[in-house]
């Protein structure tokens, strides 16, 4: 079966750092791009970051460049997102997602079922 | 950044009847080299994550019902349910991946009406 599985979500302080983790299983996890989406409650979805198949081309959404970084280990099968000097607006549930190709532009045809972040003092 | 504009926000249609929904961007998302429209359609039920319906604006996805299809070109898109089901309650969201950043639309809730 496909799948994939976030952790590592919790509550913590503004500034604080956060690392998100993302196990694929089900399918060969070194042939596609990976994504990281991001929904804040009630709101609805926005894209935070991308990496290629082999990690040769990443990408953030403005709203967290230089503050997230995105990297995946073909080891461990792992897609994870590193976020430092959290924010309140970063306060969201958290998708891995699968792209369909090897690049970045292709659709997203696997999700994860999300891991939440809370940002709060 | 291309900013992807869905109308409308919500729409109540009767079971058995149609639904539209319109996704317009802000630039062109068609690629001339291939031809093909980098633009995907996705459903969101509640308490889930999101399912990929189309993708190349057009091409549904493997399982998902015909009554889904998706058509337009260059800026502007549509999704069509060419037969509301109570099922198909949801919010619709278009995305782009013709750039970076990849942007989604707004979204659409699809009521019963």
């Known amino acids: 079966e496909v799948q994939l599985v976030e952790s590592g979500g919790d509550l913590v302080q503004p500034g604080r750092s956060l690392r998100l983790s993302c196990a694929a299983s089900g399918f060969t996890f070194d042939d596609y791009a990976m994504h990281w989406v991001r929904q804040a409650p009630g709101k609805g979805l926005e894209w935070v970051s991308g990496?290629?198949?082999?990690?040769?081309?990443?990408a953030y959404a403005d709203s967290v460049k230089g503050r997230f970084t995105i990297s995946r280990d073909s080891a461990k099968n792992s897609l994870y997102l590193q976020m430092n000097s959290l924010r309140v607006e970063d306060t969201a549930l958290y998708y891995c997602?699968?792209?369909?190709?090897?690049?970045?532009?292709?659709?997203?045809?696997?999700w994860g079922q999300g891991t939440m972040v809370t940002v709060s003092s | 950044d291309i900013v992807m504009t869905q109308s409308p926000d919500s729409l109540a249609v009767s079971l058995g009847e149609r639904a539209t929904i319109n996704c317009k961007s802000s630039?062109?998302?068609?690629?001339?080299?291939?031809?093909?429209?980098?633009l995907a359609w996705y459903q969101q039920k509640p308490g889930q994550p999101p399912k990929l319906l189309i993708s190349w604006a057009s091409t549904r996805e493997s399982g998902v019902p015909d009554r889904f299809s998706g058509s337009g070109s260059g800026t502007d898109f549509t999704l069509t349910i060419s037969s509301l089901q109570a099922e198909d309650v949801a919010v619709y969201y278009c995305q782009q991946y013709f750039s970076t950043p990849l942007t989604f639309g707004g979204g659409t809730k699809v009521e019963i009406k």
């Open positions: 990496i290629s198949w082999n990690s040769g081309t990443t």
């Open positions: 997602a699968k792209g369909k190709y090897q690049l970045l532009l292709g659709a997203f045809d696997i």
């Open positions: 630039q062109s998302v068609l690629y001339a080299s291939n031809n093909k429209n980098y």
